[in-house]
């Protein structure tokens, strides 16, 4: 079992920056493919950003790309995602997933989740 834990959301306004952070536990970081996702309200959960295991490989949704930054630290066991230039559309509970296999964005595919935590930019 893999436990994350994310941190770091609030309330902030458009154009300013946040900083989320996972912290995992439960088995080896490094061998977890991981990435970031979101959820508005009334809308699907959907992909944000992937890093790979050794943290080599990233891959951002077009719309978060140039203004956001995944990265990872193996021996903190914790993963980051720097937020700038952030806009109203950016509000949305932000969970960070891992999976021991898949490298991807379909959410359905990850076998853990964080719990998620809140991002609201006011305009």
């Known amino acids: 079992q893999v436990q994350l834990v994310e941190s770091g959301g609030g309330l902030v306004q458009a154009g300013g920056s946040v900083r989320l952070s996972c912290a995992a536990s439960?088995?080896?970081?490094?061998?977890?493919?991981m990435g970031w996702f979101r959820q508005a309200p009334g809308k699907e959960r959907e992909f944000v950003v992937l890093?790979?295991?050794?943290?080599?490989?990233?891959y951002y949704a077009e719309s978060v790309k140039g203004r956001f930054s995944i990265s990872r630290d193996n021996a903190k066991n914790t993963m980051y995602l720097q937020m700038n230039s952030l806009k109203p559309e950016d509000t949305a509970v932000y969970y960070c997933?891992?999976?021991?296999?898949?490298?991807?964005?379909?959410?359905?595919?990850?076998?853990?989740w964080g719990q998620g935590t809140q991002v609201t930019v006011s305009s």
């Open positions: 997933a891992a999976d021991p296999d898949y490298y991807g964005s379909r959410p359905a595919a990850y076998d853990y």
């Open positions: 439960g088995r080896t970081f490094s061998s977890l493919e």
């Open positions: 890093i790979n295991r050794s943290g080599s490989k990233t």
